[in-house]
């Protein structure tokens, strides 16, 4: 006769590697829906103006990119008619040398160092207010809000999902 007493409760029920993997799915899961809570944080001051600058920089670079093709047509003679409404949105006439001159202006708003650093000031300086007033913001600053909120959630589904596997793995070790 055997020593029941001895055994370990795996004997008698053993365990299912389904009922595993759906336990880890299911933890993984869970964690991944506990972290998207990261959502909701407070968005810190740092990260808003880096990513407001991020977004004012990109959109300046495709300005340029745009203000160089409309030059290429200019040189050509063979403006299109949206060029044209560009062109005339930006106050700039069919002269590659004003389309240049533009195109310096934008470039030295976003890498001109006095320049950039009056742009995060006068960030650092509306934060508390947009933070407060959601409707005071502009597209740049709504656009950075949502950006970072957008990176929060991100990192806390894969955060939350991390840690509910290891966690899972951990439970289901015999």
Do not use: H
Not at 78 to 85: A, C, D, F, L, P
Not at 86 to 108: N, P, R
Not at 121 to 134: A, G, I, L, V
């Amino acid at each position: 006769m055997q020593n029941y007493s001895n055994m370990q409760a795996g004997a008698y029920y053993p365990t299912s590697r389904s009922g595993q993997i759906k336990r880890a799915i299911g933890m993984t899961m869970t964690g991944g829906l506990i972290g998207m809570t990261a959502y909701y944080t407070p968005v810190k001051k740092d990260a808003f103006i880096q990513k407001a600058f991020d977004i004012t920089k990109n959109d300046a670079d495709e300005k340029i990119v745009a203000l160089r093709n409309i030059a290429e047509e200019v040189e050509q003679n063979n403006v299109s008619t949206q060029s044209k409404m560009v062109l005339q949105d930006m106050g700039l006439t069919e002269d590659v040398v004003q389309i240049t001159d533009k195109c310096s202006e934008i470039d030295k708003k976003v890498t001109d160092s006095t320049s950039v650093k009056a742009l995060k000031d006068d960030f650092s300086r509306n934060f508390d207010s947009y933070k407060k007033n959601s409707s005071l913001m502009d597209n740049t600053c709504a656009g950075a809000f949502k950006a970072v909120k957008k990176s929060k959630f991100a990192w806390g589904v894969g955060v939350g999902a991390a840690i509910g596997l290891a966690l899972s793995l951990l439970a289901s070790k015999d």
